[in-house]
T-cell receptor, first 116, second 114 residues
């Protein structure tokens, strides 16, 4: 089984400041890692994913994330946030193989509030 | 290309009733998954269908069921509704049962049980 912990439930940050949203995971098998964003009254949109290869992954809207296998972390970063980044962000994992490989296990989410 | 379409957008039911939610995947997508989102439990996997067959099921009671039709459209049914079933139900589709394939989510159906 897998579990995902998002260490901060809410993160306020001033516009144009950098931000880091933290995600740790636990799994007995190798996993794929994802970050999704959810704007109010909308579904989820994929920001980026780590499958293999380079541990630094670049996604849409200027976001990037770094996979750290030893610390089982996959933190999301953006060097300069905009008001439009205000949303809820979810970290998720899925096993590479096995019966659960077609389902995502999500963290509880981090609400990012960008302050003008 | 149209996105994932979920109907209805909002639904109000009373305890004990049953409800059916509908999901139309992106054209050509054969895999449809359902997730329940609540403030307390977050996002939880319900089940996944591929080519009309349920291939994965989450840890939900038997009151939650689903099916997929030959055109890949999917329905989710909840019988004997409880207050705790109030949630946003999200449907997601992808083109094939490849684990790293991108999932496309619909905007969800907001179910309120009174």
């Amino acid at each position: 089984a897998q579990s995902v912990t998002q260490l901060d439930s809410q993160v306020p940050v001033f516009e144009e400041a950098p931000v880091e949203l933290r995600c740790n995971y636990s799994s007995s098998v190798s996993v794929y890692l994802f970050w999704y964003v959810q704007y109010p009254n909308q579904g989820l949109q994929l920001l980026l994913k780590y499958l293999s290869g380079s541990t630094l992954v670049k996604g849409i809207n200027g976001f990037e994330a770094e996979f750290n296998k030893s610390q089982t972390s996959f933190h999301l970063r953006k060097p300069s946030v905009h008001i439009s980044d205000t949303a809820e962000y979810f970290c998720a994992v899925s096993p590479l193989v096995g019966a659960g490989s077609y389902q995502l296990t999500f963290g509880k989410g981090t609400k990012l509030s960008v302050i003008p | 290309k149209a996105g994932v379409t979920q109907t209805p957008r909002y639904l109000i039911k009373t305890r004990g009733q049953q409800v059916t939610l509908s999901c139309s995947p992106i054209s050509g997508h054969r895999s449809v998954s359902w997730y329940q989102q609540t403030p307390g439990q977050g996002l939880q996997f319900l089940f996944e269908y591929f080519s009309e067959t349920q291939r994965n099921k989450g840890n939900f009671p038997g009151r939650f069921s689903g099916r997929q039709f030959s055109n890949s459209r999917s329905e989710m049914n909840v019988s004997t509704l409880e207050l705790g079933d109030s949630a946003l139900y999200l449907c997601a589709s992808r083109s094939d049962r490849v684990t790293n394939e991108k999932l496309f989510f619909g905007s969800g159906t907001q179910l309120s049980v009174l």
